[in-house]
């Protein structure tokens, strides 16, 4: 078969267009069915015992009076769960505490009961004794030698000496001559910045059905990033092997990156196997706040060189993330991407991964990133107004280009910064006048995007429609994207396609939904898969016909002789090719499997106004704009809310959201009422403008987009709120007491 | 947990009075969260609902009775009321979503007795009383004297209130109630602010009732915030002084929603712009 490969740009029928969304119906009616929907004959309902101590010693657990409770099925602890391999010890650690809790609500017992109220009683009934010991939830104050040590023993060989053995690792990236660039420059900007954790907000808490039979096979259903990897990790921790536990993820309501590991899932196998019964596990919305994974906090000084006309000379960052109570803290990649967009030839950074007595960090939105992103791009925005410049001239003075080598390593192919902030330049929003206590931000961000272990099966059914089956949750509208992926390879309606998740046990290994990987690396699986299905539809055509395979083309959704010399036939559409298709040898499949590359990197600039009430510090996000690089946009509706949904979550990082601790280490705000996302009042449309600079390494050109708009707009804000309250913010979140403080603050000195 | 829903006063009276651990069901904005969020287990939920009297509004000497289970919506929507009483109605308007407006009471607000509970500052600056029921019989009470301290009341065993009385509304009057909140809406309040006041035929202040809330353990009058504005035109100077004497009044705490320097100085700025919005309803114009 002659597959169109040429270079010439190609035009899309059904990629760029806006159909509707396959779970819509589902999701407004209520028919679609979430982690907590899943329901199971005869099953027991688990809850968990948790901490109520911020770093305690677990010298005993009583559970014997909670197992004579007639109704409790199964008590599970850590003893339960024996020895484990390495690479799960902290997961499980973390699920279920073992020598030591080491953080408000870390989970310490849990029971399977016949009832919820049941459950509870059983858990007033476990007696827990803890040693409590001091703890400490500052990044800064848990890397003082003297301070609290979660881990003793631990230490990473990069660690110098001189800190606390909470500091787990150190990392480092860069080239060039940092002192020498400061010394070219005619202004150094050097300044502290911190932002506080903050939670990925998903409105659906975590939820699972678990069920093992006594001959160990075991079914599970949660809402999850990745049910290969539930699957993996519960088959590691369990002692199970991996064909014997099949995950099916259920719809989820959001995950922004926090449904990127367990937390329940092991515990509810682990209950369901001693009580042989199926078990449902339910957090409640403080149970998802006290103990998944919120992103760090961080404290990160920037040092910062300028020309007088914009150049910037070099570029220094030290990065200090608390991850939690484990190591792995996304300050590497926030390292690796703080000075992405610029061009330099002097950058350094360094980061430290912390243990604090917090839940441990889960992955959030380009992980790592924004909080880098706000420190670089505020110091930026200081010396361009400092020197009286445009700060969008001097991100252009100054951006990563094609050719660039990046600060953490690679040389950069065709990338699309230039473009958005040209877009930003001449974008109306730019120029439209401001009022009174209104100010105005720009800042740009950069992530890096992922491919990865990928299988698509795509089955062509007897009446010519198409299932594309796939392994990834979808959360961004992967659904939709794949739908139109293989209807515009095949040729056919969008309306003739549907895609869904597939459970574990129907497709080999997939990376978790993360990394903005799926439409781009299940998009080109996807395409892949339908390319290896037309491969046999005209395979068959070519037998009916009586001629050559390779003198069979595929155009506009039907089989048909390639040139002259292929004879005259009559095309044969997939359908009339579906239909006779088990005369012909069978049913029709195309299928793909690859560890995809070439992800390609994505930028964005962010505008935002915002207005400052100087009475009571009240910020106002008055209009706001994202131009960002999609390579190409599959559904584009989907890529706007993308950018609006990362804007938006951006704003409530800046302005309002943080994990807040009290002196004793307990989290103060584990509820949506006192832990404050946005509100629908609280914002303007946040406009968006999709770029298109196709990415090399996908057939239709597409880049992930969905972490890219969460970086820019704490930098974007925080430059807005600075110019429009007339004093430089550098803590997040910049709520009313503080703006308002920074304002009497600057009044009175 | 047993549920009952009677049609007397009487009947509920005997029921909350014989029932240790029992609570009074309203709208149940409050009560059911808690009971969802596993902080309550009551014995016995008494649904005063169905109880007649409960979910009218009725002029009476002048001004409004209001049942007990009236929902905010219900307000909002009641012209009278909300003619006389837009501060009020405001106040109780703040609270929650649209859906929460469906059920949300001005008596469940003040028996769930948190300091910064919207309406309770609105309904201590119109001066509204309350009518409370119990085993001994009726009362009429001023809100004030209703919070105790942060979660308690000083309703007795087997009492509950019946209906919110808002007085007639004083001839050029005018009331408004702001409060400060992180964002826009469904949120809490980190300052309230309730003022009422009457205008001379010079434009001076007559007589003036301010309160403030989430300031302290529970809503205070302040008295010299009052002795600020009588006898003034409720701008430039006037306001200012008041503003000072409102943020002196406060005793906030440092917490989660704000620290004590921001809630002293919000309290006066809240205090100044309530008090223009009032004056400017007080003139017959809207605001």
């Known amino acids: 078969m002659a597959l169109d490969s040429s270079d010439k740009p190609r035009t899309f029928k059904v990629v760029g267009t806006r159909p509707l969304r396959p779970d819509g119906i589902d999701k407004v009616t209520g028919r679609a069915r979430f982690g907590a929907d899943i329901v199971a004959p005869g099953m027991l309902v688990g809850r968990v015992l948790r901490s109520p101590h911020a770093h305690a010693r677990i010298v005993k657990v009583d559970t014997s009076k909670a197992r004579a409770l007639s109704g409790v099925k199964a008590v599970v602890t850590r003893a339960d769960f024996g020895a484990v391999p390495d690479g799960v010890a902290d997961v499980i650690d973390n699920c279920m505490a073992g020598d030591k809790a080491l953080y408000d609500g870390h989970a310490v017992a849990a029971v399977a009961a016949s009832s919820a109220a049941v459950a509870r009683k059983a858990l007033r009934l476990i007696e827990v004794e803890y040693e409590v010991l001091a703890h400490v939830t500052d990044v800064d104050a848990a890397m003082k030698p003297d301070a609290p040590v979660l881990h003793a023993g631990r230490q990473d060989e990069t660690v110098p000496e001189g800190y606390s053995q909470n500091v787990m690792s150190r990392v480092e990236f860069g080239h060039g001559d940092i002192d020498k660039g400061l010394a070219e420059a005619d202004r150094v900007v050097e300044r502290t910045y911190r932002t506080g954790a903050t939670h990925q907000g998903y409105i659906e808490p975590h939820a699972c059905l678990a069920t093992m039979g006594p001959d160990g096979q075991a079914d599970l259903w949660c809402c999850t990033q990745g049910h290969y990897m539930v699957r993996n990790t519960c088959a590691a921790i369990l002692g199970m092997e991996q064909g014997q536990l099949r995950v099916t993820a259920s719809e989820i309501g959001g995950g922004f990156g926090g449904k990127t590991t367990v937390f329940l899932e092991p515990v509810a196998l682990m209950l369901s196997k001693l009580a042989g019964r199926p078990v449902k596990m339910v957090m409640s919305r403080s149970e998802v706040l006290r103990a998944t994974g919120p992103t760090s906090s961080s404290s990160i000084d920037i040092k910062i060189g300028m020309t007088k006309d914009g150049r910037i000379t070099a570029g220094f960052a030290q990065l200090r993330y608390q991850g939690g109570a484990y190591p792995g803290s996304p300050v590497d990649m926030g390292s690796m991407s703080a000075f992405a967009p610029y061009d330099l030839e002097n950058v350094k950074t360094v980061g430290f991964d912390v243990v604090t007595n917090r839940p441990k960090a889960a992955a959030y939105r380009a992980p790592g990133a924004p909080m880098a992103a706000f420190a670089v791009e505020s110091a930026v925005d200081e010396l361009a107004k400092g020197f009286g410049l445009d700060p969008l001239e001097v991100r252009l003075k100054n951006a990563a280009r094609e050719g ?219 209009r706001y704009t994202v131009f960002q690089d999609a390579g190409k946009a599959v559904h584009p509706a989907y890529v706007e809310g993308q950018f609006q949904g990362g804007a938006v979550q951006g704003i409530g990082w800046a302005l309002n959201e943080e994990y807040i601790y009290g002196e004793d280490g307990i989290l103060q705000n584990a509820g949506f009422l006192d832990y404050r996302i946005p509100v629908a009042s609280d914002l303007p449309m946040i406009d968006t403008m999709i770029l298109e600079i196709a990415n090399p390494g996908h057939p239709y050109g597409v880049r992930g987009v969905g972490e890219t708009p969460i970086v820019p707009p704490l930098a974007a804000i925080a430059n807005a709120v600075s110019a429009a309250a007339g004093v430089r913010l550098t803590d997040l979140p910049m709520s009313p007491p503080r703006i308002l403080a920074a304002i009497q603050g600057k009044k009175g000195g | 947990m047993r549920y009952e829903a009677p049609n007397s006063v009487e009947a509920a009276i005997d029921l909350l009075a014989a029932t240790e651990g029992a609570y009074v069901l309203a709208g149940g904005t409050d009560l059911l969260v808690k009971l969802r969020a596993e902080m309550l287990e009551p014995e016995l939920v008494v649904d005063i609902k169905r109880i007649s009297g409960m979910k009218g509004i009725t002029p009476e000497d002048g001004g409004w009775r209001i049942g007990a289970a009236v929902s905010g919506a219900e307000m909002g929507e009641h012209a009278g009321l909300t003619g006389d009483w837009p ?201």
């Not at chain 1, 890096?448 to 010519?464: A, E, H, I, S, Y």
């Not at chain 1, 050559?548 to 506009?556: K, L, N, Y």
Request: a negative charge; proline letters at 6%.
């Open chain 1, 404 to 622: 660039t080598v990046a600060s953490y390593g690679p040389t950069f192919p065709a990338i699309g910064l230039e473009a958005t902030l040209e877009a930003a330049k001449a974008h109306p929003h730019w120029t439209a006048p401001l009022g009174e206590n209104q100010g105005r931000g720009v800042a740009c961000g950069f992530w890096f995007n992922f491919g990865g272990d990928t299988c698509v099966t795509l089955n062509v059914t007897p009446d010519g429609t198409v299932t594309v089956s796939e392994g990834n949750p979808d959360i961004g509208g992967s659904r939709a994207s794949m739908t139109m992926m293989a209807a515009e390879e095949l040729g056919i309606p969008y309306t003739q396609v549907r895609t869904i998740i597939a459970d574990t046990g129907s497709l080999g290994q997939n990376e978790v939904t993360d990394g903005s990987r799926v439409t781009f690396a299940v998009g080109l699986a996807t395409i892949e898969a339908a390319r290896n299905a037309k491969r046999e539809m005209c395979k068959r055509a070519a037998m009916i016909w009586g001629i050559d395979e390779e003198a069979v083309e595929w155009v506009d959704g039907a089989a048909r002789p390639a040139g002259p010399n292929a004879g005259k036939h009559d095309p044969m559409t997939l359908k009339e090719i579906a239909a006779i298709a088990s005369n012909t040898g069978g049913p029709i499949a195309g299928h793909y499997e690859v560890n995809a590359e070439g992800a390609g990197v994505s930028f964005g600039t962010h505008m935002v106004d915002v207005e400052v009430d100087p009475d009571t510090g009240a910020p106002k996000i008055l």
């Open chain 2, 87 to 287: 501060g009020v109605v405001e106040a109780v308007g703040l609270i929650g979503s649209t859906q929460v407006q469906g059920r949300a009471t001005l008596a469940g607000n003040l028996c769930n007795a948190s300091p910064a509970a919207d309406s309770v500052p609105a309904m201590v600056a119109a001066n509204a009383t309350l009518r409370i029921v119990g085993p001994k019989g009726s009362r009429d009470v001023a809100v004030i004297d209703v919070p105790a301290s942060p979660g308690k009341t000083t309703l007795g065993s087997g009492e509950f209130i019946a209906s919110v009385f808002l007085p007639a509304k004083p001839d050029h009057g005018g009331d408004a109630y702001l409060r400060f909140i992180p964002r826009t809406e469904m949120d809490i309040a980190v300052v309230g602010c309730g003022v009422s006041l009457v205008l001379d035929g010079a434009g001076k202040v007559s007589a003036a009732r301010v309160s403030l809330g989430a300031v302290g353990p529970k809503v205070m009058l302040v008295d010299a915030a009052a002795e600020a504005l009588i006898g003034r035109a409720p701008k430039g100077d006037a306001l200012e002084d008041l503003a000072a004497v409102c943020s002196a009044a406060a005793t906030p705490i440092d917490d989660k929603r704000g620290t004590v320097d921001f809630r002293r100085h919000v309290a006066g700025v809240l205090a100044r712009r309530a008090t223009e919005i009032a004056a400017t309803r007080a003139k017959g114009e809207t605001a």
